[in-house]
Structure formats: C-alpha cells, structure tokens
C-alpha cells in the first residue's frame, strides 16, 4: 500500500517558476514508477511526466524544455520543477505510483496550480 501527498501548488503568474512535490509512504519506493498528471477545467487528465525507478523520464510536448522531473529514492519523493509557466499549465497536479511488478496503481489527491496574470 502506497499513499501520495503532493504539495506545492499556488497561484503565480506566467514567466514564473514553481516546485510540485510528491512524498510516498510505504517501502520499496524505488520499484515504483511514478508520474504527474494535470487536469485543467473542463478538460481529461492528462500525463505531464513520468519518471522510472532508474531515473528514465518522459515528457508530454507541451512542457519538454520548461518541466523537470526527479525522484530522490532514498526521500520516498517525487518532484516536478516546472519554470517559464503559462496559464495552459493551470490545473490540478496529481502524483501516480505505479508498481513495475504488480501494475497496481495509487494516486495522491492533488495540489492546485493556477498561472494567471
């Protein structure tokens, strides 16, 4: 059993730069895969990065160049840097955990991210 809590959500405005975090109970944080989903009103949740337990990232086109993912194994954290903001990355920023073994997945309830000016 895996439970997310992300944090680091807040208003800013567009040029602006913001850290989401993800920090995951449990053990053997290293054998999960873990990813950052968005969810903008009136829209489907969509993959914004993932990341592998050795570290292989993979980025949606929208934010390659502007979004950073990185996980400190030892920390049980997941982080998204994301810089240069635009009011198209306004959304809810949800962390997932997926096993690579069971496929099992867990989702954190999300941290609010609004770029407005």
């Known amino acids: 059993q895996v439970q997310l809590v992300e944090s680091g959500g807040e208003a800013v405005y567009p040029g602006e730069s913001l850290r989401l975090s993800c920090a995951a109970t449990g053990s053997s944080f290293s054998l999960y895969n873990m990813a950052w989903y968005r969810q903008a009103p009136g829209k489907q949740r969509e993959l914004v990065a993932d990341?592998?337990?050795?570290?292989?990232?993979n980025y949606a086109d929208s934010v390659k160049g502007r979004f950073t993912i990185s996980r400190d194994n030892a920390w049980r954290t997941v982080y998204l840097q994301m810089t240069n903001l635009k009011p198209e990355d306004t959304g809810v920023y949800s962390c997932k955990a997926q096993g690579t073994i069971t496929g099992v997945e867990y989702w954190g309830q999300g941290t609010q991210v609004t770029v407005s000016s």
């Open positions: 990341i592998t337990g050795d570290h292989k990232t």
